[in-house]
């Protein structure tokens, strides 16, 4: 079982940056798929942005030159170095971790940007 719990969203102002945590409990980290997603208001959840274990990442169109996902597999933590940011980036941002058929979800973090 891997537990999931993020940090890092608020209140940022349109072209501000913020940086999103995951950290994740267990001992297996370095070989879970990590991910974030997001879900505005009315809206599916969606996905923002992937990395491998080894580092590899993967961007929705959307996010793409603006976010960064990054790892510390020593620490058990997913990053997201958001900037550039804009309003339609608000939502709930949740933390995603999967290896074959296991998939765990983190509880989200608000992230609203307006001026």
């Known amino acids: 079982q891997v537990q999931l719990v993020e940090s890092g969203g608020g209140l940022v102002q349109p072209g501000g940056s913020l940086r999103l945590s995951c950290a994740a409990s267990?001992?297996?980290?370095?070989?879970?798929?990590m991910g974030w997603y997001r879900q505005a208001p009315g809206k599916q959840r969606e996905l923002v942005a992937t990395?491998?274990?080894?580092?590899?990442?993967n961007y929705a169109d959307s996010v793409k030159d603006r976010f960064t996902i990054s790892r510390d597999n020593a620490k058990n933590t997913v990053y997201l170095q958001m900037n550039s940011l804009k309003p339609e980036d608000t939502a709930v941002y949740y933390c995603?971790?999967?290896?074959?058929?296991?998939?765990?979800w983190g509880q989200g973090t608000q992230v609203t940007v307006s001026s």
């Open positions: 995603h971790a999967e290896y074959r058929s296991f998939v765990s």
């Open positions: 990395i491998t274990g080894g580092g590899r990442g």
């Open positions: 267990g001992s297996r980290f370095s070989i879970l798929v």
